[in-house]
């Protein structure tokens, strides 16, 4: 049978090798002026590296421009994508109209990805893109695991991807309402960016659960207080041809980002070997969990339409 892809993030180019020699097909970078929610910014200049030394050893490099266009960045986006096709990169991940409309009065054929977070919830949408150029499309993450093969069925020939493991996205606002706050109460927060290790807590009901809170240039963005993991249940999603499986590494180590790739690695050979006689293996869950942060569980997520926030 045909492998699905294994996706990867990284936030640097050390990590990137990292995730590379573990395993990954491909691996999504961005910079964070035109990419929401990466683990690291990549200038040009370093995204031409990235792309010879994944092409170098056989994989593929996605860029996110997973940005809500603004008027200020408008007229930055045309060249910014001409650069991007000039490299040039495997695909970019889009979910705003403005860049297709962009690719389209440059003439660029660089391959896309709509990725629209939480609105990729039926074939139908998928489709339209489909029309418009788009060869994948990126499911939201709140779809159970009847509700993607569906979507896969729907579809077609369109590839369809799927995160199989790390944080999700819960809310984002283009404003940095925690330094708003903090400066409406007359207090000054030195750092709110993703290693300062903010949470949001509900102190009367939900106390244990911590749901990771950080800001930057693309405004606020609060995380889910779990992990989704779909390794023990990889049989069943693959029971339809997924055609790629992405680890989300952010707010994690790159040795947490590695390991967890040579996880779904060897889940992913051992079961295209040979479906029929495919059993997960402990061991694989086991590497992933000495690294796990003791107060982020690792969960199914929606794929069995248990998960609650």
Known sequence: MRKPELLATAGSLDELERVIRAGADAVTIGEHRWGMRLPGSFSMDDIRAA??????????????VNQLIDHERLPE?????????????DAIEFGDPAV???????????????????????????????????????AARELNLEELHAFKRGIGSMELQVQVHGATNMYHSRRRLVQSYA????????????????YVI?????????????????????MSPDDICLLEALDELLAEPIDSLKVEGLLKTPEYNETAVKS???????YCADPAAYRFRPEWLDAIRELQ???????????????VY
């Open 51 to 64: 792309v010879d030394l994944a092409h170098a050893a056989g994989a593929k490099i996605y860029v996110s």
């Open 77 to 89: 986006l045309n060249e910014y994508l001409r650069r991007l096709a000039e490299i040039p990169v």
């Open 100 to 138: 297709w409309m962009a690719l389209r009065e440059e003439r660029l054929e660089l391959p896309l990805h709509w990725a629209a977070e939480m609105t990729a919830t039926n074939y139908a949408t998928a489709l339209f893109w489909r029309d418009k150029g788009a060869k994948r499309v990126v």
């Open 183 to 198: 400066g409406h109460i007359g207090k000054t927060l030195p750092d709110t960016g993703p290693e300062a290790g903010l």
């Open 202 to 222: 509900e102190r009367e009901q939900r106390p244990h659960l911590k749901m990771p809170l950080f800001e930057d240039e693309n405004g606020t963005h609060i």
């Open 264 to 270: 779904y690695r060897q889940a992913i050979d051992a």
């Open 293 to 307: 942060d003791p107060d982020r569980e690792l969960t199914f997520g929606f794929l069995f339409k248990e998960q």
